[in-house]
């Protein structure tokens, strides 16, 4: 019922600069939280950075300064700009729609979604 869509992964070199998108669609309502998290080979999924609709940020400390998350809260759309890229940052990075309402013929419903994820890789 709802669908994101992760873009803008690929291949780049240390230090450079990659920029990711995430479109949700569907019969959305409204999401308070749209976020970033990635997984590392043989590491656990772990929180890359957060936007509320309020535009409250939190961002992982790892990423702090480098990476800037951002948000369309009309097209339900978020945005990750990674700067200063680092090979510790190789990772499938996946979108995430949280605190999301939904229209159904019964009204409001409560969603959690996740993207299928777009990889990011960087060479030293």
Do not use: H
Request: proline fraction near 2%; charged fraction near 20%; hydrophobic fraction near 35%.
């Amino acid at each position: 019922q709802v669908q994101l869509v992760e873009s803008g992964g690929g291949l780049v070199q240390a230090g450079g600069s990659l920029r990711l998108s995430c479109a949700a669609s569907g019969n959305i309502f409204s999401i308070i939280v749209m976020g970033w998290y990635r997984q590392a080979p043989g590491k656990r999924r772990e929180l890359v950075a957060t936007s509320t609709s309020g535009g409250s940020t939190n961002y992982a400390d790892s990423v702090k300064g480098r990476f800037t998350i951002s948000r369309d809260n009309a097209k339900n759309t978020v945005y990750l700009q990674m700067n200063s890229l680092k090979p510790e940052d190789t990772a499938v990075y996946y979108c995430n729609a949280d605190k999301g309402k939904l229209v159904t013929s019964k009204g409001l419903a409560d969603f959690i979604s996740w993207g299928r994820g777009t990889q990011v890789t960087v060479s030293s």
